[in-house]
């Protein structure tokens, strides 16, 4: 049940939110050149690396590389970025990645390896799942990045803090989880966007 309702919500979101893209697309390549969209590696189920796309929110390099994320660290953020960052519509391209089955609607946040690596035995069973556009970690680290901005050591305080009590909530949804808990999470979540909720990265 779940499997078809990604898929067929997926490709109906991807039909319907076209003229979105679209726009989207010509907003970010009017603020700054560049690709409009932003793709990075990311641990998906059973470890197998995929590239997970959301749309470009930071600027490119002077070296020609896009920025890549980084703790805490905001200032290449675009002005652009900054808008769909807060209205979380730079995560929308993720809806390929829902089409083509390598994430869900609902489950937990997929990390770049260097994370995954901190914690290999938790992740273990992370791992058994499709990770997720959101969750409920997503739900409870809306403001993720501001805490990050205002740490002194922002690298620290996600290795430390943050990410061992994400990992506890993707337990808890591992064991947890059914098709309808997934459809009040994903309510919770737009009720969270409508009011300017601010979802993890």
Known sequence: MKSGFDFIV?????????????????????????????????????????VLYKFRSMRVLESGIEATFEPGNTSRVTYIGKFIRSTKLDELPQLFNVLKGEMSFVGPRPEIKKWVEVYPEKWKMILTVKPGITDNASLVFRNEESLLTESKDPDTTYREIILPRKLELYEQYILHHSFTGDLKLILKTLCLIFRKGRLNP
Do not use: A, E
């Open 10 to 50: 997926s490709l109906l979101g991807l039909i319907f939110l076209f003229p979105l893209f679209i726009v989207l697309s010509l907003l970010i390549i009017s603020n700054d050149k560049g690709p409009v969209f932003y793709k990075q590696l990311r641990v998906g189920k059973g470890g197998r690396m995929f």
